[in-house]
Structures are given as structure tokens and as C-alpha cells.
């Protein structure tokens, strides 16, 4: 069994880093926050005095931290991951991040000899509970082969979507349909309700037909036809519309860079501001359907 350095140990990031002390590996864990370390020492993993002593000690790192800043910070500082890990270490990073510093994160440890991946994750706290979620993978064949054998401890659907940076850019082209989606389908039932039509009537005929999608059918905006959707529980969270709104800004900053027209993920970025701006940041995104329900035309 590996020793698996785990930075990041938040929502997503605690859960994942139990379910490899549950696989059997030694669980070495770093965080900000004394109380998350706590709780990986508690399921039986150890703390680490720092990044570069984490590095030090470990064959694997997982990294699951908030944005690009706190990954380049942790990766490419002088008391970084790339300047102290081990010969041959296999590093993670499952952040959602913007796919230029995850290029640049792993051209660093390519020039250093480790090998990396990006691994972004979709799924959400249940899944990284469960171990179920969908890893999309950025890097190299080799890089892929070794870290898969980690990523199978934490997921369920592990899927390599090329070189260095695809699994952001898969994951940040993923979120903007949801993005796009979720607004068209809130859309269609606010309409449907100042037409008179039931929300029940419009779920029995579109979720049949071509305007059939996951956030119609497993997500469904309004409360009563998917039980499990968070609009039956006044919209909790779920999937914050605040990481909505990340994921839709880091898809413009990408077609920006590269030239890509998507009028559409741009107009669903800025109503996802104007809905975070209304004081809803914490809500499921699904309550954007309230927000749209509320505009004036
Ligand atoms: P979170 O804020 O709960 O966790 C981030 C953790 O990183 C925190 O515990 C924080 O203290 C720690 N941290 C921040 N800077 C650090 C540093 N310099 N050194 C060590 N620790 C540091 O966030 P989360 O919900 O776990 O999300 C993590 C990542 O996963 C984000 O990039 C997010 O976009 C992505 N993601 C989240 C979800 C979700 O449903 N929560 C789903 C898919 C992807």
C-alpha cells in the first residue's frame, strides 16, 4: 500500500481522503484548517507539518483546493510539491481549476520528472462519500496508468480525456451545458406556469421527448416530479449556485483564450451573477428557477 499525501481537505476533499484509508492506504493529510487534519487523523490517517514535509514523505498526492491560485501556491512555491516531492511520486490534483494553470502545474512537474495529472471530479459531496464519482483525467499514458489505481478508491467512472489540462477543459465544457441547461429548463416551467400548463404535464411529456436532459429529469427544478431534486427541499445545496458560477467563468476565461464563440454559456454566467449578487451564493443552483420566476421580462 502507498503513502498518499492528501491536500485539501474540505467537503469533498475529507471524504475522498477516508475512502483511500478505507482502500487501505496511509492517509498523510494537510489542510489549513486544524479541525479537517483532526478528522483524517481520527479515521486513521496522519498529519503533516507542511507541504514540503508532506511531499517529502509521500509516493502519491491528491490535491482538492478551491481555485488556480491556491494550486500553483501549493504546487510551484519554493516550499512547493514539485520542489520536494520524491523521485517518481504520481501527483493529483483534483481541484476545478482554469486549464492554463493546470498546464502549467504539470509542465513544472514534467520538468522535474514526476509525473502528473489534472482529475477534476463530478458528483458532488454524495458521491465523493460514496466513492462514486467521475473523474475526468488530463496527462500523459504513463501518468494515467499510475495514478488510475487511486482514482478507482474514489470513484466510480474514470474516464482519460487526453493531455495535460483535458480533464478541466472536459469538466469546465461539462458544467456549461449543466449551466445552459438548468436555465432553459427553469425557463420552459416558469412559462408553463403563466400558460396555465402543469408543472407535473410538462415533466410527463418533456422528460419523453427532445427536451429530455439531466436537469429535467434527475435534477428537475420545480418540487414534485424528480423526489430526490433539491427544489423539494427549498433548494439546499446540493451544488452551490456560487460553484456554478466558477465553473461558467472559468468556461469564458477558456473560450476567451481560445477563441471560442459561446454566447450562450455567456449570458448563463451573468444571470449565475445576478442570482449570487441577490444573496443566494449558498443556494442550490437549481434555485435559479425562483430568480428567473421573480424578474421582471
Ligand atoms: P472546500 O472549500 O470545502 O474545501 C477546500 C479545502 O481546501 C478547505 O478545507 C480549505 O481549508 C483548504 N485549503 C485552502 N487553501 C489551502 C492551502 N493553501 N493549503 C491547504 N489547504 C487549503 O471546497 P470543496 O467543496 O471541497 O471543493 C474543492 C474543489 O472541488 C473545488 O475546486 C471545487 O470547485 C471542486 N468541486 C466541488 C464540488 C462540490 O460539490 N463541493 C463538486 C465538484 C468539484
Redesign the pocket.
Known sequence: MASVGF???????LPMAQNLIKAGHRVIG????AA?VGKVKDAGGDAAADVADLARRSDVIVT????GK?VR??YLGAAGIVAHAKAGAVLID????DVESARAVAKAAHEKGLLMVDA???G??GGAQAGTLTFMVGGTDDAFAKAKPFLDAMGKTIVHAGGAGNGQAAKICNNMILGVSMIAVSEAFVLAEKLGLDAQKLFDISSKSSGQCWSMTTYCPVPGPVPTSPANRDYQAG?TAA?ML?DLRLAQEAAGSAGASTPLGAQAGSIYQRFVDSGEAGRDFSGIIRFLRNSPR
Open positions: 491536500i485539501g481537505l474540505g467537503n469533498m476533499g494537510l489542510d489549513v484548517s479537517a482538492m483546493l478551491p481555485s491556491e501556491e501549493v483534483s481541484s476545478t481549476i477534476p471530479v463530478s458532488g459531496v451544488f460553484m466558477k
